[in-house]
């Protein structure tokens, strides 16, 4: 069984900065990815930003030269750093793995709880 837990989402001024993380915990699991997506009212849920376990990254148009996405295969943990924050980047942002289950020997496609971040003056 394998579960994400994220925090850091909050409260910003336009311009302010804001790091998310999502922990991936459980046994007899490997991760093959990791992303963050977001949902604004209203709006369909988005890509934001991608990275593999070889540390391949890929990220939206919008977001693009200021928000960075990192991993930590040793904690299993993917951070998402939030610089130049807009209001347009208010959402839920949420964390998902894409794993593989040793115990069920089947690959999972696993969802955090969201983290809400709001961006406003």
């Known amino acids: 069984q394998v579960q994400l837990v994220e925090s850091g989402g909050g409260l910003v001024q336009p311009g302010g900065s804001l790091r998310l993380s999502c922990a991936a915990s459980g046994s007899l699991f490997s991760i093959n990815s990791m992303t963050w997506y977001r949902q604004a009212p209203g709006k369909q849920r988005e890509l934001v930003a991608s990275i593999t376990s070889g540390g391949r990254t890929n990220s939206a148009d919008s977001v693009k030269g200021r928000f960075t996405i990192s991993r930590d295969n040793a904690k299993n943990t993917v951070n998402l750093q939030m610089n130049s924050l807009k209001p347009e980047d208010t959402a839920v942002y949420y964390c998902?793995?894409?794993?593989?289950?040793?115990?069920?020997?089947?690959?999972?496609?696993?969802w955090g709880q969201g983290t809400q971040v709001t961006v406003s003056p």
């Open positions: 998902n793995a894409v794993v593989w289950d040793t115990r069920l020997g089947a690959e999972l496609d696993v």
